[in-house]
């Protein structure tokens, strides 16, 4: 399967604290710190899993003081 290279490019109107955008393999998501913390829930898309659609910072954070 030929892999589809894509660039990773700033949105028109970024978020004014967003400092740039990089591609990295999902094999290294783990060792990256992403804000909302959705690195689990992309790894589940990928791996074809249910994952959250839509999610808040502050839902993220209690599911991780509950589990």
Known sequence: ???IRLRAFLPESPDS???GV???P???LHSIQLYPEINE???AYYNGNNY???VEE??????KITR
Do not use: A, G, T, V
């Not at 502050?58 to 599911?63: G, L, P, S, T």
């Open 52 to 54: 959250r659609n839509y």
């Open 41 to 43: 829930d992309i790894i």
């Open 26 to 28: 999902i094999s290294d």
């Open 17 to 19: 604290q967003q400092i």
């Open 22 to 24: 990089k591609w990295i």
């Open 58 to 63: 502050h839902e993220i954070q209690q599911n």
């Open 1 to 3: 399967m030929e892999k």
